[in-house]
């Protein structure tokens, strides 16, 4: 039985990499095996309660992250429908592209923090194409647009799928996780973008010959305003809201969503239909990345087989023989994570290491937040963001390599290397 679970789980994971040249969604790779390894597991097994108990454990810990994630998608796609990152992305105008490089880094890092990095590197890599002209250039931007919004999400509990992960599974608490990764997050942002703005420096902003930011029904200032601020207030809050109560923040997050439903209906109340559908939260609902809430469901499922199974258990007594220092072995999953998806890489991880050996708040679980979110910047694929800068820029995969990979790969060891002087220094 175990041999046929690592072949079906190796199998998947490899669809999953190969998702681009097999054209084969990872979402259908990812519900295949695991409702391919369950049913060997099943089968193989006398006792079918303990099975069916196990498997409702599985789904319980699933099903918080894809309620969160839903309802922090939801809420994204409500302040982009009332043009609310406008009210931030208008007030970047500079006429150096060293300055605007500088400018995005920061605002990006910032942004994927609050927000999550896939949104981030969409919203700022669409901006670019209305301030830059030069194709080139916005090639250039967008690899360290992707470099910032992975760096973002790494310290903060709601700014990457896999530090949301550890936060919900009781890995990593809030405050803490701000704390200790924050200043390698910088880092890693830090090296590349400055190598990269010297390279642009004394080179000025080239404009589109027609500016055009129109992109639909516009939204008065007061309701950008409005829907922003309480949309990035309800995302903020949902940390304080899980210390405070002790609540999972899934409940949270699904709380600060009905709020923004009913302020955002008493704000149209009186508006024509035709105006307000495209403004509502069930339109929003209809807009969301479903494909990608499929697929966390089906990784996380698979992966607690091999969790059941103690196979997962094994994986890390070898580890631990074979590397020998948890840093490295850490290390060496952040770099894995540029050529596979860290959603199962951190699942995993979860899974071979339980909370009694490695409690909460561990350097464990703190370096793997930084190596599994920074890691994937390494190569255009490693990352969601990654993934829609290059479909949206048409960024080349070897390209990536050539001109941008070397610089998150500095950036990546560099912040590696903060965060463990840091812990020597505190420890």
Do not use: C
Not at 153 to 162: E, H, K, M, N, R
Not at 368 to 396: P, Q
Request: charged residues 10%; proline residues 3%.
């Amino acid at each position: 039985m175990l041999i046929a679970l690592v072949l079906v789980f190796v199998i998947a994971y490899v669809a999953i990499a190969l998702e681009h040249p097999l054209k084969i969604n990872k979402s259908a790779s990812a519900l295949i095996g695991a409702g391919l390894l369950w049913t060997i597991y099943a089968m193989a097994t006398a006792d079918h309660h303990v099975v069916t108990h196990q498997l409702g454990e599985s789904l319980m810990a699933t099903a918080q992250i894809i309620f969160f994630l839903m309802g922090a998608m939801t809420i994204v796609e409500v302040v982009d429908a009332h043009n609310g990152f406008e009210v931030i992305t208008r007030r970047i105008r500079t006429q150096q592209l060293s300055t605007l490089m500088w400018l995005v880094g920061f605002v990006t890092f910032f942004l994927s923090a609050l927000l999550d990095n896939l949104t981030t590197t969409i919203v700022m890599v669409s901006l670019m194409r209305k301030l830059l002209s030069n194709h080139a250039d916005r090639l250039f931007f967008a690899g360290i647009i992707v470099i910032a919004a992975n760096s973002g999400g790494a310290w903060s509990p709601i700014g990457d799928v896999t530090t949301t992960m550890l936060w919900i599974g009781g890995q990593i608490t809030s405050m803490s996780i701000i704390t200790s990764v924050f200043v390698p997050s910088v880092v890693s942002l830090l090296v590349p973008l400055t190598i990269t703005a010297y390279v642009l420096r004394g080179r000025p902003v080239v404009a589109p010959a027609h500016l055009d930011i129109d992109h639909g029904l516009k939204t008065s200032e007061f309701e950008s305003k409005a829907m922003l601020f309480l949309g990035l207030g309800i995302l903020v809050a949902v940390p304080a809201f899980k210390t405070i109560t002790h609540l999972p923040p899934y409940l949270g997050i699904l709380f600060g969503l009905g709020i923004l439903w009913l302020v955002g209906d008493l704000i149209h109340r009186n508006q024509a239909n035709e105006y307000k559908n495209h403004l509502t939260l069930a339109h929003a609902l209809s807009r969301i990345d479903m494909s990608s809430l499929v697929f966390f469901i089906g990784i996380l499922l698979a992966v607690a087989t091999l969790e059941h199974t103690h196979i997962l258990s094994a994986l890390a007594q070898w580890l631990d023989q074979t590397l020998g220092r948890l840093d490295i072995i850490v290390l060496v999953i952040g770099l894995v994570s540029a050529v596979v998806d860290n959603v199962p890489l951190v699942a995993a991880s979860m899974g071979m290491n339980d909370l009694a050996k490695y409690p909460t708040d561990h350097f464990l679980w703190h370096f793997l937040a930084y190596s599994a979110g920074t890691g994937g910047s390494i190569l255009i694929i490693g990352s969601a963001a990654g993934v829609a800068a290059m479909g949206l820029e048409k960024i080349d995969f070897l390209w990536y390599v050539r001109k941008i990979s070397g610089l998150a790969l500095i950036g990546y060891l560099a912040g590696a290397g903060t965060y463990l002087l840091q812990y020597q220094l505190i420890h």
